[in-house]
């Protein structure tokens, strides 16, 4: 465990510094904080020292190839690979209940776009038996379609890449042209965001199918946590919510692969669409209610 390396990315705060600090708890030897903004992302490192722990930083910025790129080729050089990637780092609409071009284009930009660029650049350093976790949602759940061409498309054993990206494409064209059919999906306020997931779970499976060497990558629910994504609404706290992507990280056994975990570490049947495991709308928008009232 000593000599392990960990990045998470998106971790100055939320659920990736929650991660972060429970790596290190749980004594793995390199755990990288990494963030955007430089600033912020020494700030958080310095919180987790004075508690004892000792991350690493690194400059992060996901949607950019080149700040990838020289992240993979740092790991390289100072560590001979790596063991541990969790994609953490994500991005929600701005407005929950209005779906715009705008911000479908950022928010799939950060949630799904940058997966394969990473996947492009640290997947090649990844060492053999090496974990992978993307941080999805209850809005990556295939329940969230009611589109039956996609389902099947998306849920198919020998899905490729080439489905999930045309399944992304087909959202960004028919927002871009105004032509979104509510009935297409079990609910449509985050939306992008939902779409945006759901792609990250299929992408998930195209992964797993594709990887070799032992390397597990496996998608998971970490629960609605209180975070400044939701608005501090939620029903989990971030330290409660850090407990289900370390288990896939560093517990769970090495043969389960390509699955969707929900927070209370549980698998899910991702391509069952009678689990109804889509995210109910309404039971956000009262806890926000109760945020606001407070």
């Not at 705008?102 to 930009?109: A, F, K, M």
Request: aromatic letters at 10%.
């Amino acid at each position: 465990m000593a000599e392990k390396v960990a990045v998470v990315t998106g971790s100055n705060k939320g659920i990736g510094y929650g991660i972060v600090r429970e790596l290190c708890k749980r004594g793995v030897g390199y755990v990288y904080l990494t963030a955007r903004d430089v600033k912020r992302g020494k700030e958080a490192v310095e919180s987790l020292k004075k508690e004892g722990f000792k991350p690493l930083f690194h400059q992060l910025e996901v949607t950019d190839k080149n700040s990838v790129k020289s992240f993979a080729a740092y790991l390289k050089e100072k560590h001979g690979g790596l063991d541990i990637l969790i994609n953490n780092a994500g991005l929600i609409t701005a407005n929950f209940t209005e779906t715009t071009y705008e911000d479908s284009v950022q928010v799939i930009n950060v949630n799904y776009y940058s997966i394969l660029t990473l996947q492009q650049f640290m997947f090649p350093i990844l060492r053999d038996n090496a974990r992978v976790i993307n941080v999805s949602s209850d809005c990556g759940h295939i329940s969230n379609l009611k589109n039956v061409y996609w389902i099947d498309r998306l849920t198919k054993e020998d899905i490729k890449l080439e489905d999930v990206n045309a399944f992304v494409n087909w959202f960004l064209d028919s927002v871009k042209k105004g032509t979104v059919n509510e009935n297409d999906f079990a609910e449509t306020p985050l939306l992008a965001y939902r779409i945006s997931k759901v792609a990250l779970c299929a992408l998930t499976r195209v992964q797993q199918n594709q990887v070799g060497r032992g390397i597990s990558i496996n998608s998971l629910h970490p629960g609605f946590v209180k975070t400044n994504m939701t608005k501090t609404a939620g029903f989990l706290t971030v330290e409660e919510a850090s407990q289900a992507p370390v288990y896939l990280a560093l517990d769970i056994d090495q043969s389960v692969k390509g699955k969707y975990f929900w927070f209370d570490k549980t698998e899910k049947e991702w391509t069952d669409t009678n689990l109804k495991l889509h995210c109910v709308y309404t039971v956000f928008e009262n806890s926000l209610k109760g945020v606001n009232q407070n």
